[in-house]
């Protein structure tokens, strides 16, 4: 009887936890926080290579997405204004794929009033 090594399937399996695990780290949360008067319509933030819709955001609420960018990015907002107009906010932001944690934007009166940004590189990148 002949007996097989394991080992390489052992590798394998850690070889597909790792990569499960850079997945569920990498990535950059993006919250919108409206503290406006009125709803924010039609939201969607945008880096390169995707866009993520988000929807409608009520006064005094916040909505978070994760966003995965393809390469070097900036950060932007677009939503329709009162007059139902498509209009973009750009964050004073730089993203890249493999960068992790959070930006907080915080939006009063159609216009972005403050920016908090907790980038990090992820370890495994």
């Known amino acids: 009887m002949k007996i097989r090594s394991k080992t390489p399937l052992f590798a394998a399996g850690v070889l597909a936890i790792l990569f499960i695990g850079f997945n569920l780290l990498s990535g950059l949360r993006v919250e919108i ?11 969607s933030v945008n880096v390169t290579g995707a866009s993520y819709s988000m929807g409608d955001i009520p006064t005094r609420t916040r909505k978070t997405v994760k966003v995965q960018p393809q390469g070097e990015s900036s950060v ?30 915080q939006v009063e009166n159609e216009k972005i009033t403050h920016v908090k940004q907790n980038i990090k590189l992820t370890a495994i990148s």
């Open 76 to 105: 932007s907002v677009r939503h329709l204004d009162k007059s139902g107009k498509q209009r973009t906010l750009f964050v004073d932001c730089y993203i890249e794929r493999g960068y992790s944690g959070k930006v907080t934007i």
């Open 33 to 43: 926080v409206n503290l406006g008067p009125l709803t924010i319509k039609n939201v």
